[in-house]
T-cell receptor, first 112, second 115 residues
Framework: NAGVTQTPKFRILKIGQSMTLQCAQD?????MYWYRQDPGMGLKLIYY???????DKGEVPNGYNVSRSTTEDFPLRLELAAPSQTSVYFC???????????FGAGTRLSVL | SQKIEQNSEALNIQEGKTATLTCNYT??????LQWYRQDPGRGPVFLLL?????KEKRKERLKVTFDTTLKQSLFHITASQPADSATYLC??????????????FGTGTRLTVIP
């Protein structure tokens, strides 16, 4: 039972580099989410998707982009990485809105 | 402004005692409130969900209450064990106001159960 799988687990980027954080779920959930978690702060929603082809901004979308071409995958793209994007990123999925969310193990990203 | 406040960053209790964690919110109108557990280096794991028309929910040693008048949820762990040591997050929506199905998370309370 894989659930929500995130890759990579760790990554160090230089300022200005780009990368894609991968997220896949095998539960056939319609809803998928990307959060970031900074020390001492709660999870902040970056982007979410209610189904393939449909995405929307969360609280902190600046500097990020997403796409949802399949039900299973929801990659998060960082363009022109900045030190302020140093954080732990979590992907989650749920069968419906306002339902239980299932989280991946996270990607720890440092931008130096 | 909107706020979700969880009592003290850290809470230490003796094994066997009841731990009570608080979640207070301002300028939200949640239809649901959820509690998650997060261990170091891991993603949050769902524990309990309570709806606005429910006063109390129980699951084994866990109990959650939801008071929409006080704008507060209490999360209780009875007969606490060292294995209960973790950070506990509350999360709520604001869907009656916005129509959006997003969750907003508190900063969490780090619970340590001392043997």
């Amino acid at each position: 039972n894989a659930g929500v799988t995130q890759t990579p687990k760790f990554r160090i980027l230089k300022i200005g580099q780009s990368m894609t954080l991968q997220c896949a779920q095998d539960m056939n959930h319609n809803y998928m989410y990307w959060y970031r978690q900074d020390p001492g702060m709660g999870l902040k929603l970056i982007y979410y998707s209610v189904g393939a082809g449909i995405t929307d901004k969360g609280e902190v979308p600046n500097g990020y982009n997403v796409s949802r071409s399949t039900t299973e995958d929801f990659p998060l793209r960082l363009e022109l990485a900045a030190p302020s994007q140093t954080s732990v990123y979590f992907c989650a999925s749920s069968p419906r809105g306002l339902d239980i969310q299932y989280f991946g193990a996270g990607t720890r990203l440092s931008v130096l | 402004s909107q706020k979700i406040e969880q009592n003290s960053e850290a809470l230490n209790i003796q094994e066997g005692k009841t731990a009570t964690l608080t979640c207070n919110y301002t300028n939200y109108s949640p239809a649901y409130l959820q509690w998650y557990r997060q261990d170091p280096g891991r993603g949050p794991v769902f524990l309990l969900l309570i709806r606005e028309n429910e006063k109390e929910k129980r699951k084994e040693r866990l109990k959650v209450t939801f008071d929409t008048t006080l704008k507060q949820s209490l999360f209780h762990i009875t007969a606490s064990q060292p294995a209960d040591s973790a950070t506990y997050l509350c999360a709520l929506d604001n869907s009656p106001e916005t129509g959006a199905n997003n969750l907003f998370f508190g900063t969490g309370t780090r619970l340590t159960v001392i043997p």
